[in-house]
T-cell receptor
C-alpha cells in the first residue's frame, strides 16, 4: 500500500514567522500536487510539481519535489493569517491514481 | 453558481434515516467523484463516474448508493448509516479523469 506521510500534523505559529511542512513516501510518484483547504471549504489546488528537484514559487510559498520524486516540501515565508488552513499533498502513482496524505493543519496567529 | 456546489452543507441524521447528498458542477467536466474526509486521515475515494458511468467503487459499504443522472449532477444516497460514517463528504469533478480535481465545499454529516 502506498502511503504519503505529512508532517507535522499540526502547526501553530505567529504571523511573520517562516515554516516548512513535509510530504514523504517510500514510493516514487510521477508528479505531486499540493492543495490548501480552508475551514468550511473543499481543497483547492495550489501547484503541481513534476520533475525531480523541481522548485516552484507561488508568492510567499515555495514548493520543492525531491530528486528521487518520493518527497516534497512546502516552505512559507513570513506567514500571514490568510495562510491558515489544511495543507494536503497528493502523489500520482504509476497507475495514474491520486494517493493522498492526511494533511498538515496550519494556524497563523495575528 | 460557479464551480462545484453541494447541498446540504450540514446534515444530522439518525441511524435509521434515509437522506441524499447532492452535488452539481458548473465547469463542463465529464467526470465526478465522491470522497470521504475524516479528521487526521487521508481523503478516501469512494466512487468515480466518467461520462455518467460508474468506473470505480472502492469497496464502499452498500449503505452508500451513488447516482449520476447526467454529467453535471451527482448524488449520494444514504441509508442506515453508522456513527463511524460521520465525516465531511466531498464531491469533485474533472475533465476526462484528469488529475486536477475541482472540489465542492463538502457536506458535514453527523450520524447519531
Amino acid at each position: 500500500t502506498q502511503l504519503l506521510e505529512q508532517s507535522p500534523q499540526f502547526l501553530s505559529i505567529q504571523e511573520g514567522e517562516n515554516l516548512t511542512v513535509y510530504c514523504n513516501s517510500s514510493s516514487v510518484f510521477s508528479s505531486l500536487q499540493w492543495y490548501r483547504q480552508e475551514p468550511g471549504e473543499g481543497p483547492v489546488l495550489l501547484v503541481t510539481v513534476v520533475t525531480g528537484g523541481e522548485v516552484k514559487k507561488l508568492k510567499r510559498l515555495t514548493f520543492q519535489f525531491g530528486d528521487a520524486r518520493k518527497d516534497s516540501s512546502l516552505h512559507i515565508t513570513a506567514a500571514q493569517p490568510g495562510d491558515t488552513g489544511l495543507y494536503l499533498c497528493a502523489g500520482v502513482n504509476s497507475n495514474y491514481q491520486l494517493i493522498w496524505g492526511a494533511g498538515t493543519k496550519l494556524i497563523i496567529k495575528p | 453558481e460557479t464551480g462545484v456546489t453541494q447541498t446540504p452543507r450540514h446534515l444530522v441524521m439518525g441511524m435509521t434515516n434515509k437522506k441524499s447528498l447532492k452535488c452539481e458542477q458548473h465547469l463542463g467536466h465529464n467526470a465526478m467523484y465522491w470522497y470521504k474526509q475524516s479528521a487526521k486521515k487521508p481523503l478516501e475515494l469512494m466512487f468515480v463516474y466518467s461520462l455518467e458511468e460508474r468506473v470505480e467503487n472502492n469497496s464502499v459499504p452498500s449503505r452508500f448508493s451513488p447516482e449520476c443522472p447526467n454529467s453535471s449532477h451527482l448524488f449520494l444516497h444514504l441509508h442506515t448509516l453508522q456513527p463511524e460514517d460521520s465525516a465531511l463528504y466531498l464531491c469533485a469533478s474533472s475533465q476526462d479523469q484528469a488529475l486536477k480535481r475541482d472540489f465542492g465545499p463538502g457536506t458535514r454529516l453527523t450520524v447519531l
